[in-house]
Structures are given as C-alpha cells and as structure tokens.
C-alpha cells in the first residue's frame, strides 16, 4: 500500500486535488489518433501548445502546495503548511475550470501519439476534478490511517530535510504555523458536520490517542524528548558534523531552544484545541459506518468506485467477483495444506497457522529488529534478480523502517513513501512492527515484494524517473494501476522460483485472498450497509491474518471507501492482459517487454494500459 495517505500517494493525490481525479474507462476513442493530412509545422505547434500547457498546470498544483514540494525535496516554502481553507479550494476550482478551457482550445486531433495520450490523461484529470468538487466535505480528512494531525510529524521526520541553516529556521517556522494550520483543520471538521458527515465513533479514541503521543515527552513533561524534539535536535546534530558549512554550537542551541518555545507555546496549544474539537464531534457521532449514511452516500460511493478502479463496474459486479476470488484462492490453500502434510480442514489450517509461534517473531527490540533485517535481505535478494523481469530498474534506492511509535497504534500495515525527486532521498517501506502477530514471517516475503520490489519502488520510483513525458504524468495517481501493480509484484516472484517454502507461498495466496475480501467486505460495507463487526467476522472467517488485522482493515475500508477495491480489479487486469499476451505471442512474448509497457507510460488508467498492451502485442505479431 502507498502511503498518502500515501498513505502517500492518496496524501500526494490529495494534496494535487487529484484524490477524487482517478480518471475513468469512458476516454475518447479518438484522443490517441493524428491527423496525416496536418503540415508539420502545425503538428508541431500544437504539441507545443499542448506540451507548455502540461507543464503550466502541474507547475500551479505544485505552487499551492507546500507540503507537495517538500515531499518532491524541494527547498522553496519549507516555513508553510498547506491552505485547507474552502476559498483556496474555490480558486482550485476555478483553476481547473480555465485551464479546462485552454487544453479543449487545442485541437488534439492534431497531436502526435505520446502528446495524445498526455492530453487525454490531463483532460480527464482537469474533469474529474471539476465533477469531483461536489465531493470536497465527502471524506474524513482526520483519521486513524491519515491526516493533517499525523502529517504534521510525518512531513517534518520524513520528508523535511535540514541541509542548512535556512532549512533548520524553516521548520521551527512550520511549529509554530501549526496553530492556524489546524484552525483550518477544525474549520473543515465542522463545515464537514454542518453538512452531516462526522467520522464513525471508533475512530475519535485513535486520532486523540495519536494526537497525544505528539505531545509527549519534553518539552511538554519531564522525560525523554518528545518525537519532534528528538527529530529536529538529530538534525541540528547532523548539521553541525557536516563536511561543508558545518552549523555553529551557538547557531544549534539557539535553533534547539526556538523549537522548544515553539512546540510549547505554538505544538502543544494546537494539538490541544484539535483534541477538544474532536471530543465535542465524538458526542454526536454514530455507530454506522457504511458511506450511505451521509447525505447522496450511495451515490458518492459509486463515484468513488469507478474513481478507485478506472472501470465502470458495479459494487454489485465487485463484491461478486471477490466472492469467486476467495473461493478460488481457497481452494489454491488447500493444495498447500495437504503438500505439507496437515490433517484437517482448511479453516482449521488457517487457524494453525494464525496461532503458531513459530512464524512470529517476539514482540521485543531484537524480534523487530530481526523483521526489518530480514526484510531488507528479501529486497537486496530480489534486487539481484531484476534483469530477468525488466528491461529498466530504477535509479533511487529504497530503504526499509519500522512505522514510528506516534503512529504505530493506528497505522495500517505496511505502505510505501515515495523517493525524492531528485532521488536523493530513497524510497522507505514502512513495515508496521507494533503488533508482531499481525506481521507473520510466512506473509514477510510477499509484503516485501509489494512494497518494495518488484512492487511499489520499481513503479513509483521508475515512473518519476521517466523522460520524455510531462510532469504531471510521473506523480498523477491511478489507485487499481498502482496497487494493482503492487498485488502483482508478490506473484511474479514466485515464476523465477521465490516462496520455495510452502508456507511462504501459503503467505502469498494468504495477502491475495485479503485483497479479494476486500472486494467483498468494502462492498458489503458501504452498499449493503454490513456492520463493522460483520466486516471484521468476515475477514476473520475466511482469512488466516490476526484478529487486529481485521479490525485494522475494516476500520480502514469504513474511512477510505472504496479505496480497497483497487487491488484485486486492478492485478486480475494485468494478469488477464499478460496471459492474452503470451497465447497470441507464443514465443515471441518476452516477459521484460511486457512489464516495459506497463511500467514505461507513467500511471495510467486501467483501460489505457490495456490500450498499450494490445498495440504491443499487434506491434510484435506483424
């Protein structure tokens, strides 16, 4: 999974107004086509025309987003927050709308074929998000899995660079913006209750418990340093042994002691007024978890389905194909089952296996220390074998990390973080060591490949790597390509002769059959109106995973509908198109050549890679 909230792709996406911009399968059939008859130099202009607006745009999302431009590495606006306000969201919209106007200006029929798809990629983005204004309030931008009250520790730990003096001074800045910028956070809260959408009950006691771990520790109490505190002085530290303009003792202390005042006086003041606010929202919050129980819910969750998968398929369709899904993947375990020999029924076997010690880790320092050096060696390991799956490999490194004690309670159990533009900053994959039953040793390998490689890593970081395309189409997000690419990548692994323990094969079709539940259960949620305890029954019922994984999971899908959906819709699709592939190719396909076409267009619908696909394969059948 991505960390926007990524989770930072969905972070990303929101922060580029392109969280509700997941484009559908409904593309003009003529945007990838030219014109012969056209002159050269009329096709040239306007692929200028088309090629100077791209960038334009991408240039504005970025500009309104501070916190965009951090995550990117850029060093310009470090002292800022983002502006939640609804009038910036206005000017967003009024953005759109004229830039909408000035691409439609362009006649695209005489575009070559790379323009061709750009325009029709920044077309459907610039729509969907003008249709998905209506939407703006139909989220809970505070939440156990995100939010501005864990993205502000999240930003400055992981993404806040302090190479110099100015970069240091801008964050003790960003303390003590926190205050307004949380006003703006409770202003959305109420806009968002004004208008009958408040989160369910549960999630209060996780983003208050949250928000109190950041304001833990010194300077608040007598104690160990606070997390923030202990970030800022390791960098302060880091800067004063650097080989070039080394900071001053004098300069250190009086940077430490500002961010102490400003974590005092501006963190803890803030934190404190987001607590109260959400306690008061807690007393009228409900039990119903389902999006239905908003205002037009039904119809904001079928909107939100064909964002997430790029199809046009029903939550019907959906929790129907999760249903043949699981009962397919169950069957595929049952072979593993009798292969190592257990005597008993499958449910039984997944009991086993939930409960043994021996695929757990101990829940100390050294269990989770062995988790993350054993899940760096997978990656290494993998990394070693590219070349027999990719023409291309990408140039930013990735790294492995536990989540952070702040935020480990609630976060979810793995996700990515994009690298650096500049690729200074490697990838990280985040592996969620709070709870070491919910990270079982069989499921270590597969979690790895996902989030690492040949997962998330190879795709993101290739894709910001790319030339030759516009910018916004290396950081635009398409949830069913990225994380159907993810849920891929564990599978892969396995035909050059990974998982050769049964049981980690076992684990792979264990992380399989959690994304075809989730088909089900996200559906059942938010469209057949299924209580939260149903969803977790139903997890516990036909998955091996730990109880708190199940509830983890189901408190996510009642956050993020249809978020989860794009897993499972998104990998059967590129395993359909490989395997039409290899049948019409026979010994000409060539597997690199085919993750090349997926990999090599940056995120992209769903229906568009299979448009690349299929030229490919005409292409080599000629």
Same mark, same amino acid.
């Given at each position: 999974?991505?960390?926007?909230?990524?989770?930072?792709? !969905?972070?990303?996406?929101?922060?580029?107004?392109?969280?509700?911009?997941?484009?559908?399968?409904?593309?003009?059939?003529?945007?990838?086509?030219?014109?012969?008859?056209?002159?050269?130099?009329?096709?040239?202009?306007?692929?200028?025309?088309?090629?100077?607006?791209?960038?334009?745009?991408?240039?504005?999302?970025?500009?309104?987003?501070?916190?965009?431009?951090?995550?990117?590495?850029?060093?310009?606006?470090?002292?800022?927050?983002?502006?939640?306000?609804?009038?910036?969201?206005?000017?967003?919209?009024?953005?759109?709308?004229?830039? +909408?106007?000035?691409?439609?200006?362009?006649?695209?029929?005489? +575009?070559?074929?790379?323009?061709?798809?750009?325009?029709?990629?920044?077309?459907?983005?610039?729509?969907?998000?003008?249709?998905?204004?209506?939407?703006?309030?139909?989220?809970?931008?505070?939440? &156990?899995?995100?939010?501005?009250?864990?993205?502000?520790?999240?930003?400055?730990?992981?993404?806040?660079?302090?190479?110099?003096?100015?970069?240091?001074?801008?964050?003790?800045?960003? +303390?003590?913006?926190?205050?307004?910028?949380?006003?703006?956070?409770?202003?959305?809260?109420?806009? $968002?209750?004004?208008?009958?959408?408040?989160?369910?009950?549960?999630?209060?006691?996780?983003?208050?418990?949250?928000? $109190?771990?950041?304001?833990?520790?010194?300077?608040?109490?007598?104690?160990?340093?606070?997390?923030?505190?202990?970030? !800022?002085?390791?960098?302060?530290?880091?800067?004063?042994?650097?080989?070039?303009?080394?900071?001053?003792?004098?300069?250190?202390?009086?940077?430490?002691?500002?961010?102490? *005042?400003?974590?005092?006086?501006?963190?803890?003041?803030?934190?404190?007024?987001?607590?109260?606010? /959400?306690?008061?929202?807690?007393?009228?919050?409900?039990?119903?978890?389902?999006?239905?129980?908003?205002?037009?819910?039904? *119809?904001?969750?079928?909107?939100?389905?064909? $964002?997430?998968?790029?199809?046009?398929?029903?939550?019907?369709?959906?929790?129907?194909?999760?249903?043949?899904?699981?009962?397919?993947?169950?069957?595929?375990?049952?072979?593993?089952?009798? &292969?190592?020999?257990?005597?008993?029924?499958?449910?039984?076997? =997944?009991?086993?296996?939930?409960?043994?010690?021996?695929?757990?880790?101990?829940?100390?320092?050294?269990?989770?220390?062995?988790?993350?050096?054993?899940?760096?060696?997978?990656?290494?390991? =993998?990394?070693?074998?590219?070349?027999?799956?990719?023409?291309? /490999?990408?140039?930013?490194?990735?790294?492995?990390?536990?989540?952070?004690?702040?935020?480990? &309670?609630?976060?979810?159990?793995?996700? #990515?973080? $994009?690298?650096?533009?500049?690729?200074?900053?490697?990838?990280?994959?985040?592996?969620?060591?709070?709870?070491?039953?919910?990270?079982?040793?069989?499921?270590?390998?597969?979690?790895?490949?996902?989030?690492?490689?040949?997962?998330?890593?190879?795709?993101?970081?290739?894709?910001?790597?790319?030339?030759?395309?516009?910018?916004?189409? @290396?950081?635009?997000?398409?949830?069913?390509?990225?994380?159907?690419?993810?849920? #891929?990548?564990?599978?892969?692994?396995?035909?050059?002769?990974? #998982?050769?323990?049964?049981?980690?094969?076992?684990?792979?079709?264990?992380?399989? /059959?959690?994304?075809?539940?989730? +088909?089900?259960?996200?559906?059942?949620?938010?469209?057949?109106?299924?209580? *939260?305890?149903?969803?977790?029954?139903?997890?516990?019922?036909?998955?091996?995973?730990?109880?708190?994984?199940?509830?983890? =999971?189901?408190?996510?899908?009642?956050?993020?509908?249809?978020?989860?959906?794009?897993? @499972?819709?998104?990998?059967?699709?590129?395993? &359909?198109?490989?395997?039409?592939?290899?049948?019409?190719?026979?010994?000409?396909?060539?597997? *690199?050549?085919?993750?090349?076409?997926?990999?090599? #267009?940056?995120?992209?619908?769903?229906?568009?890679?299979?448009?690349?696909?299929?030229?490919?394969?005409?292409?080599?059948?000629?």
């Amino acid at each position: 999974m991505l960390k926007l909230p990524e989770f930072r792709l !969905f972070r990303i996406t929101l922060l580029l107004s392109l969280s509700l911009l997941m484009a559908a399968c409904g593309a003009s059939e003529n945007a990838g086509q030219t014109s012969t008859a056209a002159p050269v130099a009329e096709t040239l202009d306007a692929n200028q025309q088309a090629n100077e607006l791209f960038e334009k745009v991408f240039t504005e999302w970025v500009d309104r987003s501070p916190e965009f431009q951090t995550a990117l590495g850029r060093s310009t606006n470090m002292d800022k927050w983002d502006d939640l306000s609804e009038a910036f969201a206005l000017e967003g919209l009024d953005l759109d709308r004229k830039n +909408l106007t000035a691409l439609q200006a362009i006649d695209a029929s005489q +575009l070559d074929p790379a323009t061709a798809l750009s325009y029709e990629l920044m077309e459907q983005n610039l729509q969907r998000s003008i249709d998905g204004f209506e939407w703006r309030l139909h989220n809970y931008p505070v939440n &156990q899995m995100f939010g501005s009250h864990s993205n502000v520790p999240d930003l400055l730990i992981n993404m806040h660079r302090v190479t110099n003096i100015e970069a240091a001074q801008a964050y003790v800045a960003r +303390l003590q913006a926190v205050p307004a910028y949380f006003k703006q956070v409770i202003d959305g809260l109420n806009r $968002r209750a004004d208008a009958g959408i408040i989160p369910p009950k549960f999630v209060f006691a996780h983003v208050i418990r949250d928000c $109190r771990n950041v304001i833990k520790g010194a300077p608040f109490e007598v104690g160990k340093d606070s997390t923030l505190l202990a970030d !800022f002085k390791g960098k302060l530290e880091a800067l004063q042994t650097a080989e070039e303009n080394p900071l001053s003792e004098a300069d250190a202390n009086r940077l430490l002691l500002a961010a102490s *005042r400003a974590l005092e006086k501006s963190v803890k003041p803030a934190y404190e007024a987001l607590i109260s606010a /959400l306690s008061e929202l807690e007393a009228r919050a409900t039990i119903d978890d389902g999006i239905w129980k908003v205002p037009e819910g039904e *119809r904001f969750y079928e909107f939100a389905l064909q $964002r997430t998968t790029t199809t046009d398929m029903t939550a019907e369709e959906i929790h129907q194909l999760g249903l043949d899904e699981v009962a397919r993947i169950h069957d595929e375990m049952r072979a593993i089952k009798d &292969q190592v020999g257990y005597n008993g029924n499958l449910k039984s076997f =997944m009991s086993f296996v939930r409960n043994a010690d021996q695929f757990v880790y101990p829940n100390t320092p050294e269990g989770k220390a062995r988790y993350l050096s054993e899940a760096t060696a997978l990656i290494e390991t =993998m990394k070693g074998r590219l070349d027999e799956l990719f023409l291309r /490999l990408p140039k930013a490194d990735i790294n492995v990390k536990a989540v952070e004690p702040f935020r480990e &309670q609630s976060a979810g159990k793995a996700f #990515y973080q $994009r690298p650096s533009e500049d690729g200074s900053r490697p990838g990280l994959y985040y592996a969620n060591l709070y709870d070491m039953e919910a990270m079982p040793t069989y499921q270590m390998e597969a979690l790895a490949y996902h989030e690492g490689v040949p997962g998330h890593h190879m795709q993101i970081a290739i894709a910001m790597e790319l030339e030759g395309i516009p910018t916004f189409r @290396k950081f635009v997000g398409y949830t069913a390509y990225t994380e159907g690419w993810g849920l #891929y990548s564990e599978m892969v692994p396995k035909e050059i002769g990974f #998982y050769s323990d049964p049981y980690s094969d076992f684990g792979r079709l264990a992380m399989e /059959l959690w994304r075809a539940c989730r +088909l089900v259960v996200d559906t059942g949620i938010h469209d057949k109106k299924w209580t *939260r305890q149903q969803g977790i029954d139903y997890y516990v019922n036909n998955t091996p995973n730990a109880v708190s994984d199940a509830v983890k =999971m189901v408190e996510r899908h009642i956050v993020m509908p249809s978020q989860a959906t794009a897993y @499972k819709v998104g990998m059967l699709k590129i395993w &359909q198109l490989r395997e039409a592939a290899k049948q019409s190719l026979g010994d000409k396909f060539d597997i *690199r050549e085919f993750h090349d076409e997926v990999l090599k #267009y940056g995120p992209v619908p769903l229906n568009v890679v299979q448009r690349n696909v299929e030229a490919w394969v005409a292409s080599k059948g000629a």
